[in-house]
């Protein structure tokens, strides 16, 4: 599938985005955070416009942006039309969250339930994203269980690296942020380790011996002749191919930006003897080279995906 | 409206493709084009349609696939693709809008490109890639069975088929109605064996393949050699005695 | 709730339905043309008409691009610049057309010849082939000489008609059908409907072609043959029904020469020719009557065996001995020729015994009475219901002719020529064998018409067209010993002799609808060199004049010197004349006119229009009157309905005589065009029962074509398996004779005329060294685009807009060639670089591409890096018009017999090589774009009648 830029960013960052909404939402419940003016105001913002920032991406993929409310109308079929209402109607008890926290200081009562509500919708809404993908039956790696705990776990994780570096910036920090993190990280790790194993293994159900029904001769089914010489909308859009190798290059940088670096530089501050500002640092450090590696991480989830449709076009799956 | 008709209609049209007589020239891709470019989904644009990277947007594209072995045992297959107007199709359930329906009445899938805000899901939902994105009109457009021909009451009855249909030189495409059991299409499942192209989606396709039949030979044959053709001083024994009359 | 959006169901298709008849090919179906707010809104097939039957390919669905194309020409062009570099500027058509008198004024006053006029896919070869004698130069000639003239030449020298044109298979009750060579070309919806019924009533079909596409590909079975050895593959069938008495004797004494006597006596001048009787008659021996007879006698018994001593005491034998003797022979076994087929021995037994299976088991007989030539009443038709078809495949290569030949033998043998279920023609023929109009130019002179039509049929060494001392008279050599029976001309040699100027140079070249200088022509890139090389002595070019005229900014365009643009074929009328190539079925005659359905918005003429035009200024006879003034002031619609071949014929044959109610002969009838648009401009009578079939001894046939003008009289027609005209050519080799061939060429006419089919090496793979060349490479024309190639057409070149070379799996990993690598093409002409892809469904020893894909970069207004250009490739380049050095002189790359050329006998080697920048080879300066002349635009949104709409 084609690894088109605002789809990546869509996804990406509303899932930091909702990750952090909900972490804080549960943090302040907890009492972790406090209900202060300034770190609510900026994490807020972080996590509000990571959300807005990717929403606003996707409707740039669009033909028609301008038509985007009709997108709301269809959500007793659509996970595209669920996700669209679920993330606007989360806005509601966020705002009221957020003007609870940042101007009224208070996330307690009304304010409690407000964030409550946040952070079960902000999960709900990443669920809908990745059931976006996970229900398309025709792309078998992204049609499978381990992609929405995968895009749930993945959004919380980098949310919880950008909470890491809040705390740490209002000095709020919390090991239990730290621990969560380092929990969420590794979760990641095994669940996307897994997925590429999955996908890697898992034999594709449709090959163009069924696409065409032309298995039923014996033998392989070759494409001798594509409809049309030079590349159609199709083969733009589905047919994207990355080469083995420089897939698993890129594999490895997810292994080592997105989970093996923040692990161990958020590992890295537990240790008694780091200094604060270090620990700062390093917590920034592995925010930035977790977006990077998600970003990567995003980027292969597309280009590794294969379309049935373009079995008619000799690809295998 | 993107859910799947509750109640169907009495119809369930589509098309019987036969695999066996179609020799791949086209005319159903490119009459389909000039019927549809100034149809229903109007028009059926063409990008770059006199540079290089010309693309545009086909309601149906013809394949050749080799097939059932090596050498003379592989077959070459023509092999042409529009929507299969399915039964349950993941592309209208996915759409956001409203703007893919399928009709009740005849189970024909079809947007309304008044809705479609082009975020092109349908199309990664249709396992066949059935669906055709116009990138200059922004909105997803696909095969509508030729809807404002078949139904069209100012064209003569005769016409009232696809273009895809009408026009197919070798008569390799059939239109008709599957539910009606003596329609041609039904008999032409039936009889020829008609399949499902990956039917493991289980979106139930509505359009049929017929698959290429085995080629005829007569194992073994020979002709008996007529001994004794000619005698000793080279004369052809076997016209010798012929009386022919002219 | 859920609603569906209201949908208008019956919206407005047309505002207007026009009828006319299509030109995306050669084919000629009839259309309805719908119109939208003056657009072109839909082309769909007639459904009352006799060729398409409603149906339509895929290029004639394209017509609304190819009519919109922004390739087309504006305005007529003249040189400014260098040739070849499509420098012009835009003239009024006066300038052009007083240039055009001025040149050919010149010329018919002192040397006719030294007009050269050639027309490329021509469909009013009637008028233009008239002109030309009006005009008085011999050096007239469509495209046919390259294109099928060995299918033409050796149906009408054997059985009277011919594959396509001139007869079809009988789709409808054939049960075998046998293909040979056919990918796409000609007969492009019949075929493609035809063998749709085959299928549909469980026959067999059998394609024996080297590649496995298009028609090959619903084939029950696939005959993957090595090129140019479909010949030996015919005889050895041949060879197994002969050996087995498989063969229909009783249509063999009836309705063929083959009980003809032949005089066997060696070493004289009548040696091989027919036994005759003090009146000419052919002699039988009747066993009836036990004595030599008249052998045209019914009730005869000719002997089809034996010796039989003539009057003069000299002996004679019966021509089928002569034919049995020499396939019967063990070298035309399937063992002997499997190796050189490649294909199996067993196959090839089998295949022969499910012809005779077919033809003698699955009988057909029709209720049907009728009566023979001799006036016999038959109640019941007999059918064999074997089928066949040829084309391109076998056409063209050196042994074409004599392949094709066999192919009407074998089809003859089994009794299955004009009978239900077999191959049957379409009237006008069966024609007499051959027919009779002979090649005119054996005199010409100033300011005088020729004689007759430049091309026609020889009978003998007597017919040819040779100067005193032998030289050629015509530019082409058609009609002397390079290529004797050449009844297409040979358009593929005119550059190349014109610009040698052997025989001698010419004056101006005026071609129509031929891209010479592409993909039109054999070794395109020496061509395009002659095209612009300049004769030192003078400083001109060496082709002095060349004069175009086509309807788009083709390759060609660049070297002319003078463009008369021509109109789309939707703003035009034509005539689809019986006179010229006809679009009959084989239950009865049809013609069909061309009106046009929109008003050119260019300033563009028919080019027939202007050619009657050019006629009346250059003062020639049946252009101007008596006074001077033009006899068709109406231009090509004038001409098409009062112009009158031979009193009462005309280009029309429907709604003739003052009150349109004659067909076929009748005076002109002022109001046959809209009598024509009245009928779906096409005109069609059915044949009664009684006439469809046997129609070279039917009597109620013969009669009907006699009063049509089709024959001049009414006799049975026999056709002619052994070949006395082919006999007569042998002889001069042989040393007969007054007019002799040159001595190196004796050999080689002596072989190549031989009175029954004979199978040799094609020339080019007996030339060259085939451990350096070991490959035959080939085009096939593809269904989306033959004859299309015109125009580049938005959406067919999305279907096609770049060739590969295909080649057999095994081949290209014997090769170390994987798909998609880039490869070197070398052949004894040249060398190209392409890109390669592999296949199953070809034969081994075959490499091959589409045709005619590649374009030059910067022509047909694409942009100049379109995939046609960078990507795509030619054929051509490889393909030398002279046969390899060796011998005294280079002569003609082309069939011995009629001068087709041998596209596909050409010899190559295959090499992986580097990518590169992946670009084909060779690539040629860019050309520029006309003056007035927009680019295409990036973006096409079509929809008639649908204003902007997004």
């Known amino acids: 599938m084609h690894p088109a830029f605002s789809v990546i960013f869509f996804t990406t960052a509303s899932g930091a985005g909702y990750g952090l909404l909900a972490l804080l939402a549960i943090f302040t419940l907890s009492g972790l955070l406090p209900a202060t003016t300034w770190l609510g105001f900026v994490a807020m913002a972080i996590s509000l416009g990571l959300i807005g920032a990717g929403l606003l991406s996707s409707m740039l993929h669009l033909g028609h942006p301008e038509r985007f409310l009709r997108a709301l109308t269809q959500w007793r079929s659509s996970w595209l039309a669920r996700e669209g209402v679920l993330a606007i109607a989360t806005f509601v008890p966020t705002g009221l969250f957020g003007i609870g926290w940042v101007f009224l200081n208070s996330t307690s009562g009304m304010f409690a339930w407000m964030a409550a509500l946040s952070a079960v919708m902000a999960a709900v809404t990443v669920f809908f994203t990745s059931m976006i993908y996970a229900s398309l039956k025709p792309i078998r790696q992204w049609h499978n269980g381990f992609v929405p705990p995968a895009y749930i776990v993945l959004g919380t994780m980098t949310g919880a690296l950008l909470l890491v570096f809040l705390a740490r910036l209002f000095g709020v920090y919390s090991p239990v942020f730290g621990i969560l993190g380092i929990a969420l990280l590794m979760t990641g790790w095994v669940l996307k380790t897994a997925y590429w194993r999955h996908i890697d293994t898992a034999p594709a159900r449709s090959t163009l011996g069924t696409a065409t029904g032309l298995g039923r001769l014996g033998g392989d089914v070759r494409l001798l002749e594509m409809p049309h010489t030079e590349e159609n909308f199709l083969m733009r859009e589905m047919g994207y191919q990355i080469a083995r190798k420089h897939a698993s290059k890129l594999r490895f940088l997810v292994h080592l930006l997105l989970f093996a670096a923040p692990l161990a530089l958020t590992t890295l501050t537990f240790w008694s003897a780091v200094p604060p500002l270090a620990a700062g640092a390093a917590s920034f450090g592995a925010v930035v080279l977790a977006g990077l590696g998600v970003a990567t991480e995003r980027w292969l989830f597309f280009a590794e995906a294969t379309h049935t449709s373009m079995l008619y076009y000799g690809r295998t799956m | 409206m993107t859910s799947l008709p509750s109640a169907r209609g009495p119809k369930r049209l589509g098309l019987v493709i036969d695999l066996d007589t179609c020799v791949g020239c086209h005319a159903c891709a490119t009459n389909c084009k000039e019927w549809n470019t100034s149809g229903h989904s109007a028009p059926l644009t063409d990008l770059n349609a006199y540079q290089a990277e010309q693309r545009g947007v086909w309601f149906n594209r013809v394949f050749t696939f080799e097939a059932g072995g090596q050498g003379e045992n592989a077959r070459t297959v023509h092999f042409p693709k529009n929507c299969l107007h399915c039964e349950f199709p993941d592309c209208v359930t996915v759409c956001p809008t409203g703007a893919s329906y399928k009709r009740a009445e005849d189970g024909i899938v079809l947007v309304d490109a008044d809705k479609c805000i082009g975020c092109k899901l349908c199309s990664w939902a249709c396992s066949y890639g059935a669906r055709e994105y116009d990138e200059d009109a922004g909105v997803m457009k696909k095969c509508t069975l030729c809807i404002d021909k078949i139904y069209n009451e100012k064209l003569p009855e005769a016409d009232r088929v696809p273009a895809c249909v009408a026009t197919c030189p070798a008569k390799a495409r059939h239109f008709g109605d599957f539910n009606d059991p003596e329609s041609k299409v039904s008999r032409l499942t039936r009889e020829r064996g008609g399949y499902d192209l990956m039917p493991e989606t289980g979106y139930q396709p509505t359009s049929k393949y017929l698959p290429p039949r085995p080629g005829k030979r007569t194992a073994g044959a020979s002709l008996p050699r007529e001994e004794g053709g000619r005698d000793s001083a080279g004369k052809f024994l076997r016209w010798v005695d012929a009386v022919l009359s002219r | 709730m859920r609603h569906e959006p209201a949908i208008d169901l019956s919206p407005d298709v047309h505002d207007e339905v026009k009828y006319t008849t299509c030109y995306m090919c050669a084919c000629r179906c009839g259309i309805k043309v719908h119109l939208k707010d003056g657009m072109v809104r839909y082309i769909e097939g007639n459904p009352n008409h006799p060729i398409n039957k409603g149906v339509l390919c895929g290029k004639g669905s394209s017509g609304i691009m190819q009519h919109y194309s922004p390739a087309r020409l504006k305005k007529p062009l003249k040189r400014v610049g260098p040739r070849g570099e499509a420098k012009f500027e835009e003239i009024e058509w006066e300038e052009a057309l007083q240039i055009a008198t001025k040149w050919l004024g010149n010329i018919r006053a002192t040397d006719p010849r030294k007009l050269a006029f050639f027309t490329g896919r021509d469909q009013s070869q009637s008028l233009t082939g008239w002109w030309a004698t009006q005009y008085g130069t011999p050096n007239f000639a469509a495209h046919g000489g390259f294109c099928s003239v060995n299918m033409a030449a050796a149906g009408l020298y054997t059985i009277g008609g011919s594959f396509w044109e001139f007869g079809e298979p009988d789709w409808d009750r054939a049960r075998y059908f046998m293909i040979f060579g056919v990918a796409e070309d000609h007969d492009s919806n019949p075929i493609k409907t035809g063998m749709g019924k085959l299928k549909a009533n469980g026959a067999k079909i059998v394609s024996v072609n080297p590649i496995r596409t298009g028609y090959s590909a619903i084939a029950d079975e696939w005959v993957g043959i090595r090129p140019g050895t479909d010949g030996l593959f015919v005889m050895a069938l041949i060879h197994e029904l002969l050996h087995a008495d498989k063969i229909d004797t009783d249509y063999l004494v009836r309705y063929t020469n083959l009980g003809w006597l032949v005089i066997d006596a060696p070493g004289t001048a009548e040696h091989g020719l027919f036994a005759r009787d003090k009146e000419g008659n052919p002699l039988s021996y009747d066993k009836a009557g036990k004595k030599l007879a008249d052998a045209r006698l019914p009730d005869i018994a000719p002997a089809l065996v034996g010796r039989y001593k003539l009057a003069d005491r000299r002996v004679a034998v019966p021509a089928f001995q002569l034919l049995a003797e020499r396939y019967m022979d063990e070298r035309y076994s399937p063992d002997a020729v499997a190796a050189t087929c490649g294909i199996d021995a067993g196959d090839i037994r089998r295949l022969a015994a499910e012809l005779a299976h077919a033809a003698f088991q699955e009988t057909i007989e029709l209720d049907v009475e009728w009566t023979d030539w001799a006036g016999r009443k038959h109640d019941k038709i007999i059918g064999r219901p074997v089928a066949m078809h040829a084309m391109r495949g076998i056409s063209a290569h050196t042994n074409g002719f004599h392949t094709c030949r066999a192919i009407h033998t074998l089809q003859v043998l089994l009794g299955s020529v004009e009978c239900p279920g077999g191959f049957r023609f379409k009237p006008p023929f069966p024609k007499p064998i051959p027919p009779a109009q002979k090649p005119a130019g054996k005199t010409y002179a100033p300011n005088t018409p020729l004689g007759g039509a430049p091309l026609g049929f020889v009978n003998g060494p007597e017919d040819l067209l040779l100067e005193e001392d032998g030289t050629p008279v015509r530019i082409d050599k058609a009609f002397s010993w390079d290529a004797p029976i050449s009844a297409h ?404 790359n082309s069939d011995p017999v009629t001068g087709q050329a041998a596209w596909f006998d050409l010899m190559v080697r295959v090499e992986k090589c580097e990518a590169g920048d992946e670009v084909s080879e060779p690539q040629f300066p860019e050309i520029g774009r006309l003056p007035g002349m927009e680019p295409g635009p990036d973006i096409v949104r079509f929809n008639a009648g649908g204003g902007k709409k997004k």
């Open chain 3, 489 to 892: 001309g040979l358009m593929h040699m005119v550059i190349t002799n014109a610009w040698k100027g052997d025989p001698y140079p010419i004056d101006t070249l005026f071609m129509y609808m031929a891209n010479m200088s592409w993909n039109s022509t054999m070794n395109t890139k020496g061509v395009m060199e002659m095209l612009t090389d300049i004769d030192h002595e003078t400083g001109a070019y060496k082709i002095p004049h060349i004069i175009y005229s086509d309807a788009y900014f083709s390759e060609m365009v660049a070297y002319a010197d003078l463009i008369l643009p021509d109109t789309t074929y939707l703003e035009r009328w034509d005539c689809i004349s019986l006179l010229d190539r006809p679009i009959c079925e084989a239950d009865g005659p049809a013609d069909a006119i061309r009106q046009p359905v929109v008003e050119p918005d260019r300033d563009v003429r028919a080019f027939q229009t202007v050619l009657i035009d050019l006629g009346a200024r250059l003062g020639l006879p049946g252009m101007t009157n008596e006074d001077g003034t033009a006899k068709y002031p109406g231009g090509y619609p004038d001409y098409i309905a009062n112009h009158e071949r031979a009193p009462g014929i005309g280009p029309l044959a429907g709604w003739r005589g003052k009150d349109g109610t004659e067909q076929g002969r009748g005076a002109p009838n002022p109001d046959q065009l809209q009598a024509y648009i009245e009928h779906e401009c096409f005109w069609h009578h059915e044949l009664k029962p009684s006439e469809r079939f046997y129609k070279f001894a039917n009597r109620d046939y013969l009669d009907f074509a006699q009063r049509m003008g089709f024959i001049g009289h009414a006799e049975q027609i026999v056709l002619q398996i052994y070949s006395e005209p082919l006999q007569k050519f042998k002889l001069a080799a042989e040393g007969h004779g007054d007019i002799q061939p040159p001595d190196d060429m004796r050999e080689r006419i002596r072989t190549a005329f031989d009175p029954l089919p004979v199978w040799y090496k094609p020339y080019e793979e007996e030339m060259v060294d085939t451990t350096e060349f070991p490959l035959h490479a080939l085009t096939q024309r593809p269904m989306i685009m033959y004859h299309s190639w015109g125009s580049q057409n938005a959406w067919l070149r999305q279907i096609l807009g770049r060739n590969k070379l295909y080649i057999s799996t095994v081949k290209a990993a014997e090769l170390g060639i994987a798909d998609g690598d880039w490869v070197r093409v070398t052949s004894h002409n040249g060398s190209i670089k392409v890109q390669a892809k592999t296949m199953e469904g070809v034969n081994p020893d075959t490499v091959w591409t589409w045709n005619a894909i590649g374009k030059r970069s910067g022509s047909w207004n694409l942009a100049p890096d379109a995939p046609e250009a960078k990507k795509g490739f030619l054929l051509n380049h490889l393909i030398s018009e002279l046969l390899p050095p060796g011998g005294k002189r280079r002569i003609t």
